[in-house]
């Protein structure tokens, strides 16, 4: 049994002029340990398939199962990383690492010890006590990861966290994220409309047409590229290969 199962998801929004179906008999499974892009142009349903995902939105049909179970308290299991970071602008950073923590009520000694070596580990040992607008994009991304990390996850669900960083900035946090969730042997799934970066980073590669959204086609990342960093894998002559083949599907479904 698959670790996520997305089964038969179709979601339409209403309003009173129009409605709006955003995706369309869209399933999907994830792996224990897999990482899993959704990639697609804007508009075609990734945002709201991951809130789906996350149990923010319930979607009009279908359902989303974690281990074979429909869950009520999928916040224990989820963590959530977005474009923006979300820091709370009052606290320091080591206070929105612990956050989460605290709201679970799972902060202890031991899991704050963890949390604090996580922020080491990501370099933002000398800025815990200041606060988010001290830092810059890249480092509030960073604390925003070890935010996330901090309560244990069993999923990692990432919607474009690197699409406002600069290009250096970008590929750094790829590597630090894609070496953490192997440490740690998480699930997660990423939203982008970066073709190489979905490369760079998935064992596998959801691409979606849009109106409605729904899986157009997968693409899975060969081994001898998976095993290697983002960075490293950037370099490969069949990390080129991919992505013509992704691009010209992607062209394909934009004129369709
Ligand atoms: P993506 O993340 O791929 O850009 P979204 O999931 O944000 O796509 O949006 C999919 C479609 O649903 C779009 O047509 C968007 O306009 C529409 N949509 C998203 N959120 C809402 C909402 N809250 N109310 C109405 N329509 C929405
Ligand atoms: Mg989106």
Request: glycine share 6%; net charge negative.
């Amino acid at each position: 049994m698959s670790f996520l199962q997305v089964q038969d998801v179709t979601h339409t929004y209403f309003s009173l002029q129009e409605k709006t179906t955003a995706l369309e008999n869209v399933s999907i499974n994830v792996e224990k340990g897999e990482f899993v892009s959704f990639l697609g142009p804007s508009g075609c349903g990734k945002t709201t398939l991951l809130s789906i995902i996350a149990g923010i939105v319930a979607p009009t049909e279908g359902r989303v199962l974690f281990e074979g179970q429909q869950h009520d308290e999928k916040d224990r299991l989820i963590g959530y990383m977005l474009q923006q970071d979300y820091l709370f602008p009052w606290k320091t950073i080591e206070e929105n690492v612990l956050i989460g923590l605290r709201i679970s009520k799972k902060l202890s000694l031991e899991t704050k010890q963890a949390a604090l070596e996580l922020l080491e580990k990501f370099g933002l040992h000398q800025v815990e006590n200041k606060y988010p607008k001290e830092l810059s994009g890249g480092m509030r991304q960073r604390a925003a990861l070890a935010r996330t990390l901090a309560v244990d996850p069993g999923i990692l669900l990432l919607d474009e966290p690197f699409s406002a960083l600069d290009y250096q900035t970008k590929l750094n946090l790829e590597d630090l994220v894609f070496n953490t969730l192997h440490t740690y042997q998480k699930t997660a799934v990423l939203v982008t409309h970066d073709i190489e970066e979905a490369i760079a980073m998935s064992d596998r590669i959801l691409l979606f047409s849009k109106q409605p959204g729904t899986v157009h086609k997968t693409f899975a990342i060969p081994e001898s590229l998976r095993k290697l960093t983002p960075f490293e894998a950037r370099q490969e002559p069949e990390f080129q290969a991919i992505f013509q083949a992704i691009w010209k599907e992607l062209n394909h479904l934009e004129q369709h």
